[in-house]
């Protein structure tokens, strides 16, 4: 049997405390929430996973690639720099073809293996987001939701 919740004022005390103290590391880190990848119901368990990308962000998006994330996690290992023709290789093509990706708009799907995989998308100001370690299921249908979370580039 679970125990019911104190009503004390320890736990809000201690969530007051903890909330306080993360604050600083949220305002460090851009302070706009976390990308979400979103599933549309369950997966068939048969073929390939379809994701679409849905620009939740503030800002348009210019380019979006997707690579799996043993790949680029290799490639910084081995110290293979951002930007360069290694590293472009790794993250292959923009699967926005040279359009934009507007506030509000959702992109086209990009069919995927199943696997773990890791997103770069890239604001006009070339500012990025890096999403790591999404697990696509074999038949899933997903939805990544990207946030106003830019950074500088890598």
Not at 121 to 128: F, M, S, T
Request: hydrophobic content about 40%; charged content about 25%; proline content about 5%.
């Amino acid at each position: 049997m679970i125990a019911a919740p104190s009503r004390s004022a320890a736990p809000l005390f201690l969530t007051a405390n903890l909330a306080a103290a993360l604050a600083p590391l949220v305002t460090a880190c851009g302070g706009g929430g976390t990308a979400t990848l979103r599933a549309m119901g369950r997966a068939t368990g048969d073929g390939p996973a379809e994701m679409t990308v849905k620009n939740v962000s503030g800002v348009g998006v210019q380019h979006l690639f997707v690579a799996r994330t043993e790949v680029v996690d290799k490639a910084r290992a081995r110290g293979v720099e951002p930007g360069s023709a290694e590293d472009e290789a790794i993250w292959g093509d923009d699967h926005l073809d040279r359009v934009t990706l507007r506030e509000g708009s959702t992109s086209e799907p990009i069919v995927l293996q199943e696997g773990r995989y890791d997103v770069l998308a890239l604001d006009p100001d070339q500012r990025e987001q890096l999403v790591k370690g999404l697990r696509l299921k074999p038949g899933g249908k997903y939805t990544l939701e990207l946030v106003d979370n830019w950074a500088l580039a890598r």
